[in-house]
């Protein structure tokens, strides 16, 4: 169980497009994903909460005009990057945590396979 | 002072040997902790949880938590190259938003 999908697994695409990414817990309701970048050999950065049917919450320094988040259901988050260029090349990576009482709830999270995306 | 902190090694041990991942939170009221194992170019993936004080232990893996001393290590038991790999630490935040606060990992060399 706690299986979370991520597609595209990989995007290059032209400076200016936009890029959709989606992510989606397969057996499981999650209240809230979670959307991280990671650089080569970096920590990952956490970029925004999403929490289904609300707005998502936006870390420190992370615009969200550039980086739109929809979560329209309760298996369902999309990352879309706007006018990509390549300074937004990264490994982007989802989350999702299950309900905390279900058997599997302590808080954790399960991370999709990421998204690579190279911005040209 | 960063929240979550791990020594970046790499930790490098001999195939079999046990390996020991070390990590410190600064919020005395941090309740659930995780660890995370991460291969080169992949996503995280869980290994393990764990909210009380003692052991806990999950086939090769033991993870241990001090609250008192704001520690939490993992153990990693007949340690085999395939484990080879960065180790993140991640603390369950205390607001309502249900962030993990992650170290910045240690990374495991396991030699054959």
């Known amino acids: 169980g706690a299986v979370v999908s991520q597609h ?4 290059i695409c032209k400076s200016g497009t936009s890029v959709k990414i989606e992510c989606r817990s397969l057996d499981f309701q999650a209240t809230t994903m979670f959307w991280y970048r990671q650089f080569p050999k970096k920590s990952l950065m956490l970029m925004a909460t999403s929490n289904e049917g609300s707005k998502a919450t936006y870390e420190q320094g992370v615009e969200k005009d550039k980086f739109l988040i929809n979560h329209a259901s309760l298996t369902l988050s999309t990352l ?5 260029h390549p ?3 990264s490994f982007y990576i989802c989350s999702a945590r299950p309900p905390l009482a279900g058997v599997l709830g302590a808080g954790e999270q399960f991370f999709g396979p990421g998204t690579r995306l190279t911005v040209l | 002072q960063k929240e979550v902190e791990q020594n970046s090694g790499p930790l490098s041990v001999p195939e079999g040997a046990i390996a020991s991942l070390n990590c410190t939170y600064s919020d005395r009221g941090s309740q659930s902790f995780f660890w995370y194992r991460q291969y080169s170019g992949k996503s995280p993936e869980l290994i393990m949880f764990i909210y009380s004080n003692g052991d806990k232990e999950d086939g090769r893996f033991t993870a241990q938590l001090n609250k008192a001393s704001q520690y939490v290590s993992l153990l990693i038991r007949d340690s085999q190259p395939s484990d080879s790999a960065t180790y993140l630490c991640a603390v369950l ?3 309502s938003s249900y962030k993990l606060i992650f170290g910045s990992g240690t990374r495991l060399l396991v030699r054959p």
């Open chain 1, 8 to 11: 595209p697994s990989r995007v």
């Open chain 1, 80 to 84: 879309t990057v706007t006018s990509a």
């Open chain 1, 87 to 89: 300074e937004d090349s």
């Open chain 2, 93 to 95: 935040g205390m607001d």
